[in-house]
């Protein structure tokens, strides 16, 4: 998918089109079926049962009547003023019969077709023209290869998913939107079964011009019933589409639900220095969908069910969880899960242990997780009294149900009844984990906006994600300011002519210095000139191999740590000069020289270039322990203070940059600092500069500010 | 519970009666109610139902006929033989009738009431009554607290769980063994519904005589046709009994899966040490289960589901999955959970895909993942057809189906049939994901040993589990000589004299000394002693505060490195003497001075006593790191060179251990050997010392050995 589709979309009126595709008043289908089991007869068949007000158009040269309803030989005969056309005819009539409806001014198309990209170069040209087509003219496409698109609220259901064979269409308040029909599909049919239901369905296939993140946009725009947006994707293709997307989420704070597949499909581009190893392609994925506020989810189950909690309007105000079981097991169980997903266990206040025990068995426990014991078997108003409560303490955010109902004897419809009253009454968030439910009462909850799971994990995972996501703030997306994108780069364009590649530590350090505070250094070539300065050098001192060609000195025995004399140094250089490793090519060597660096954290900064996302900031552990331990974030610039901060405190290390063990706290504010910087100095070279590496960056005790060790910038190619 | 229950379990003749409690030929039960709603009405009421072939004695002094079965008056007038007395009245009453039980030579009680050591003081003491009769007598008691056992062969339901208020018993080859009535209720619930079912079943509420391993012990020994033993557990009070049945369970190869709740309820003890800090009570019960061979699951969920692949007889033979899927997108994930879960995506042969070429429609995909698309709608042939091809392919050792299929126009029986007839067939492993599934499908599989799940994730990590479970080797328990235990320890017992709670540095490895490399160190008290031994010294060394009451050197500045002369050693004395955060009730100081270590890889190795599992062994990242990086592994001694590996393998940092990034490898043979020096050492102190912390040990270059730059042991209370 062509970069600039966002602008095209812009320039044609996208909204009126993508109107006529999900609130359509006519639907076309081109080689409509007269068989409702064929893919191409089965959106008549929706469109008939299921109730669609608006007008259908077969179109079929060989019937008079297709289903029943009068067809049309030719779309040329097929009245004006077409909101929707679905092409279900062979790839190869595709193209032309688009352009039949561009003439007929239709507002979208959808190509259930296959036999185009997803098949062989010849298909991918033929997908080409699609675009074309849909450039050129304004209207807007869905697929090709694609299952289609339904509304549940007008019965457009214009789709030969089987989905729809059968059972009545369950309305509810998401939008589930896929790449793929058979996972669109799944996807509703488990909403069906759990009461969730949706609104909008699409299956965009190959997503030649318009794409889900689109679909969601539009939607999120102009409907304000939908509450969350459930999305599939195997692919990002338009960050920026994505990025609108975004914003439009968190302007009219709605969640967006992505399950992003292909983790370990993506093959990781072989990186050549070592913030490429480590940014691995869907680690960026991730980050980008956290920059722009999406919820990212781990599979089907978790996309299908944690929409029963994120339809709701109403929101949690706080982490503190009240559990509340018949089965001890139960509570303690799920108390587990509320520790592991991030969920605190609240603290009743006495008044409510106090009233608790006075309505609760004997050997019930009053604190939490309250255990109300078998008991409910005899007594049905334990629930009832017990509610009341708990909705009164300040000190819980969320109650819980743990229910452990087996078999007969149970006044269920008491038990729903009051924890339906509740959710519906109080303040607080309610949910339900019930383990071997009676048949369809979880709906029944999930119907009546009391979130139901069947597993207590993913009760309290999906319960997690929702308070995370109500409590945390939208954050400013800072954009970078236009001088320091112009600023030119004199000593750059000098480094230009000179290099290919990789850029020696000392150039790097040389176009690092414009922006970061790199340590004075001196280069040798010769045993006169390291006399010379030998004497006035601060030991003890380091002396690096310097060469454009040797991007890990430590390997090839390049480095010598703390040199304490003018007699070590000409040792080293001696050593260093008949070292075989890299003494090959050249007759001469170049050795930095620097002052060792004090001791602290040793922090690994980094930046590459994502050929969707653009340029990547990565800050990790550094030194060796960057690879071994994947304690790295990763950062899309323009960066924020605040940004930069929620990234270093997701580290594992980062106890040790505020001081444990008695060790002194590391000075946090200069690293922020520097990696400020450092986010400026990529997006201004962010079309020269392919990778830089800079680790490690030793962060000193409080005050004591930081140093930059080491630094290897590779340029882009031809550059 | 008493720790010795195991030798008294010895002593009565156990098997007989168990057997009499899983396998009973009659059930009396004491306080039977008419009403077979009431607790003590059920069992009458279950018994009747499910037509148990033994003999039923209800005894309630108010009836002549309880359920229509003739009643005795007094347990006295009992027939004798008894096999399984079950006692449902009130606590207190229960003492009573367990003597008369005794006096009768009834082999097996089990006690439904409630009121002993979960609600009270005075109940514990009641509850312990129970134990001191059981051991007496060599009467096997289940419970108090408990909601009964049932075999479903014998039909001898002998519980008041709702779980068989209705429905058919479901005969399968696991049993479910559970602390929770409750949580044992849903896990056979779940496996009624999917197909799995169960022969036993058992809540052991407060176990104060039979425990759930005792129980699966005599199972595993006893009946060849049970393949999995399902655990839920909240405590493990006998190591003893979870230990033979872990060892039962590797002699018969049949797995043991173990839920273990409370993993976060379990409060830390406060550690005054680093090692007690991380060896954190959940962590070593995750590490004896692993010892023992038992399979650690997260939740009800899991426990319920991975029985349908534990349960069958099959072995998987490696870990290539081929995958073949209707749905593209239901592939790509299924690949993503794969590489997740750790199993490998198989490289078809090229006769393979050949012929997967020939059958498969031109836009499927014949590489793995196999897409056969939509398609299968219109051809059911094609499962048919490509199965027998990838049956053939030695690159495959599991065949997993990923089924989207949603709604009709599937000739599902003719896939099923498919399936079921390729597990029976071929000897790999085949297994189904179905999102969506129709109604009683799920359990049609499982019934005919076809593992199935709904949730594609939940099926890929229980193949997953279930192929390191086949793979693995059952690891030989090495027993400690008896002669290390003997030996005795002079200078351990001078120690003793002069200390209480914590070693000093110096004394710390003076004791280890014994065992372990420590490095030669001097002590000085006063700057003559510092004068005299200065010229002497090999350079540079480090001084150490040395004191029995500062465990944290570094934080109190007690800790002066890199000294290079006798001037730098007097000028480090004096600030140490002078230095206010030690030097307050003692006029006199004490300094350790070492050699300087050379660098190389931290690591730190731990001991500590365990209450329940005795002496553990603590092996991980050292320095700083250990705390932070939480990468650490636990040991239970005696150890197996194989042992120490594995575990030193499962470090995070191991890869710097094998040398990466240009470093030489370390001395992993070397630490090795400590670790199996230390843990020798640890058995032989195990009853003097409480904690022992090296850290950080330093491995060095292959070769060169190994140093232990700090020791801290801290003795057991009252040595």
């Known amino acids: 998918m062509s970069k600039t589709d966002g602008e095209i979309v812009e320039k044609r009126d996208v909204n ?20 409702p089991e064929k893919i191409s007869g089965r959106p008549v068949e ?22 029943n309803i009068k067809a049309f030989k030719d779309i040329k005969e097929v009245p004006n003023d077409l909101d929707l056309v679905i092409i279900a005819i062979a790839a190869k009539h595709v193209i032309k019969t688009l352009e039949i409806c561009v003439e007929k001014n239709v507002k979208s198309c959808m190509i259930f077709s296959s036999g185009f990209a997803e098949m062989n170069n010849e298909g991918e040209a033929l997908q080409k023209e699609i675009s074309r087509i849909a450039k050129d003219s304004g209207m807007v496409v869905v697929g090709p290869n694609c299952q289609g698109v339904a509304n549940f609220e007008n019965k457009s259901i214009a789709s030969f998913s089987t989905a729809f064979v059968e059972g009545d269409l369950k309305t509810g308040s998401s939008a589930i939107l896929s790449q793929s029909g058979a996972v669109a599909a799944m996807i509703y049919s488990m909403q069906t079964d759990n009461g969730t239901g949706a609104k909008y369905w699409a299956s965009t296939g190959n997503e030649e011009d318009l794409n889900t993140a689109q679909l969601a946009k539009y939607i999120l725009e102009t409907d304000e019933n939908v509450n969350v947006i459930q999305m599939y994707i195997e692919s990002i293709d338009s960050d920026k589409d994505m990025i609108e997307l975004g914003k439009q989420s968190q302007k009219k704070d709605k969640p967006v639900l992505v399950l992003k597949a292909g983790r370990s499909d993506e ?33 089907v189950k978790e996309l299908s069910s944690f929409s029963n909690v994120f339809k709701l309007s109403k929101k949690t105000k706080g982490k503190n969880v009240a559990i509340i079981s018949n089965s001890g097991g139960l509570g303690v169980m799920m108390v587990d899960k509320c520790k592991e997903y991030g ?10 242990k106090e009233k608790l025990s006075e309505i609760l068995p004997q050997f019930a426990s009053c604190e939490n997780p309250i255990d109300i014991t078998a008991q409910l078997l005899n007594d049905k108003h334990l629930l009832s009294d017990a509610l009341p409560i708990l909705m009164k303490d300040p000190n819980v955010d969320t109650i819980l149900f743990g229910l452990g109902i087996i078999g007969k004897g149970y006044d269920i419809d008491s038990i729903l009844n009051d924890i339906i009253n509740s959710q519906q009454a109080g303040d607080k968030m309610v949910g339900v984990a019930w383990v071997g439910s009676e048949k369809g009462r979880i709906k029944e909850l999930n119907e009546n906006n009391v979130p139901a799971f069947e597993d207590p994990s993913l009760c309290i995972k999906a319960m997690s994600k929702y308070t995370e996501y109500c409590l945390s703030n939208t954050e400013a997306i ?7 994108k112009d600023r030119k780069k004199n000593s750059f364009n000098n480094l230009l002519q000179t290099h290919n590649g990789f850029l020696s530590e000392n150039d790097s350090k040389f176009l690092l210095k414009e922006a970061l505070p790199v340590p004075k250094s001196m280069l040798f070539t010769n045993e006169e000139e390291i006399k010379q300065s030998a004497p006035n050098l601060e030991y003890p001192v380091v002396m690096k191999i310097n060469s454009a060609e040797i991007q890990h000195k430590t390997e090839v025995e390049g480095v010598k740590l703390n040199i304490s004399n003018e ?28 002052k060792m660096a004090p001791s602290g954290l040793e922090i690994s900064l980094g930046f590459k270039n994502d050929p969707v996302f653009g340029p990547v900031v990565m800050v990790g552990s550094g030194g060796i322990y960057i690879e071994i331990l994947k304690d790295f974030q990763l950062l899309m610039p323009p960066l924020s203070f605040r940004e930069i901060n929620k990234a270093i405190d997701s580290l594992a290390i980062q106890p040790i940059l505020q001081g444990t063990r008695g060790e002194r706290a590391k000075d946090k504010k200069a690293l922020c600092n520097i990696i400020m910087d450092f986010s400026n100095f990529v997006i201004e070279y962010q ?22 060790v080491d630094a290897l910038i590779k340029l882009k190619e031809g550059k």
Chains 1, 2 share one sequence.
């Open 478 to 484: 800072k954009e970078s300011s236009e001088e320091q």
């Open 267 to 299: 093959a990781q581009k072989a990186a050549s220095s070592h913030t490429g190893a480590l940014a691995a392609e869907d680690n960026i994925v991730d980050n980008f969908l956290k920059k722009y506020g999406f919820l990212r989810v781990n599979d």
């Open 16 to 35: 009126r089109n993508i109107k006529g595709l999900l609130k359509p008043e006519n639907i076309t289908i081109i080689g409509a079926s007269n068989d």
């Open 567 to 594: 007699e070590e140094l000409l040792e080293s250089f001696s050593k260093m000069k008949n070292n075989n490793n890299f003494y090959k090519k050249n007759k001469s060597i170049e050795v930095l020289v620097e």
């Open 343 to 352: 969920l605190n266990i609240a603290n009743f206040t006495s008044e409510t």
């Open 687 to 708: 079309d020269d500069i392919e990778e830089i590496d800079i680790n490690p960056v030793i962060v000193h005790e409080e005050g004591q500010g930081v140093t930059l």
């Open 46 to 67: 929706y469109l008939k049962r299921y109730g669609f007000k608006g007008e259908i158009y077969p179109v079929n040269p060989k019937y008079e009547y297709v289903q």
